[in-house]
């Protein structure tokens, strides 16, 4: 596998909690794999369709169980990598805006210390 992508979705009490792209030698793409909260944890779906009957079948499949756990291994660690650079990102977010607030007020109370000792 060369390159794993990851989606995040995010709905309350959601079972559904991404959707993964993986490329294959460079040369082959597989799309919408599905990271869905489980009784036992996570685990990685592949693409399927629903039938007429209301089943679902994959389109696309490992054919072999150590495959799979391959493949499974690198989509769940992509995803916890997008979640802890998610969560990175908004901290830097509320930082920078925290850094901006403060600065501002430290900047206006220097400018009215500096002022009133200029006047007094």
């Not at 969560?87 to 007020?105: L, M, P, Q, R, Y």
């Not at 400018?111 to 000792?117: A, F």
Request: proline share 2%; glycine share 6%.
């Amino acid at each position: 596998m060369t390159e794993v992508r990851v989606r995040p979705f995010s709905k309350e009490d959601e079972k559904l909690k991404a959707f993964a792209t993986i490329t294959l030698n460079e040369c082959f793409i597989v799309s919408d794999l599905k990271i869905i909260k489980g009784k036992k944890g996570l685990f990685v779906a592949m693409p399927s369709r629903k039938m007429n009957d209301g089943t679902f079948r994959d389109i696309a499949h490992p054919l072999n169980n150590e495959t799979r756990g391959m493949i499974e291994r690198k989509v769940l660690a992509a995803y916890e990598e997008a979640l802890t650079r998610s969560i990175n990102e908004i901290k830097s977010e509320i930082d920078n805006k925290f850094e901006t607030a403060v600065g501002s007020s430290e900047e206006e109370l220097k400018d009215e210390l500096s002022g009133g000792s200029e006047r007094g």
